[in-house]
């Protein structure tokens, strides 16, 4: 039987570069380390904070990535393929979440989402507006999420729709 993640507890080493050449992990060590120095003041907070944002804007081109240096992520994020990925800068991400390339988490004008955590973004979807996901919560590759989401669901289409299951429990 498969442990299951925490959506609380974050797992810090999904977030350690392997590599050099690890462009995800990179772009989010710029961001952490940001976050850690941006509100000490001094010349060595000045220099670290600026030189992480020299960091993220490389790793931002590289990735195809637009994650704000200021976004609220929860640790233990995974993003195997960083391109695309686009993250409002008041959204909110739960620790232990995984997101997929081409993913959108933004607004529609009317709020930003809150997603919960270990929550896994399949490729190509969308979760616009003010929107809760909660905690192991699976939204289907290209679905568009414009509706709250309960614990534990799949979510699948466009608009998204909860994936229904049979009388065995597996999904149809």
């Not at 739960?94 to 896994?120: E, R, Y």
């Not at 973004?121 to 979760?127: E, F, L, N, P, Q």
Request: charge should be positive; glycine fraction near 12%; proline fraction near 6%.
């Amino acid at each position: 039987m498969a442990e299951t993640v925490s959506a609380t507890d974050p797992i810090w080493s999904r977030e350690i570069p392997r590599r050099y050449w690890d462009p995800s992990r990179r772009l989010l060590s710029s961001i952490r380390v940001y976050q850690r120095w941006v509100d000490k003041t001094g010349l060595l907070a000045l220099f670290v904070t600026r030189s992480c944002v020299i960091r993220h804007r490389f790793w931002s081109i590289v990735t195809g990535a637009d994650i704000p240096l200021n976004c609220q992520i929860g640790g233990g994020l995974l993003i195997p393929h960083p391109n695309g990925i686009v993250i409002h800068p008041n959204a909110e991400i739960g620790c232990n979440c995984l997101i997929f390339q081409q993913v959108t988490i933004g607004t529609t004008g009317k709020g930003v989402p809150s997603i919960g955590g270990h929550v896994d973004i399949g490729a190509g979807a969308k979760v616009l507006g003010n929107v809760v996901i909660q905690d192991h919560v699976r939204v289907g590759a290209n679905a568009v999420v414009l509706g709250d989401v309960g614990e534990s669901e799949t979510v699948v289409g466009i608009p998204a729709k909860p994936l229904s299951r049979s009388a065995s429990g597996c999904p149809i």
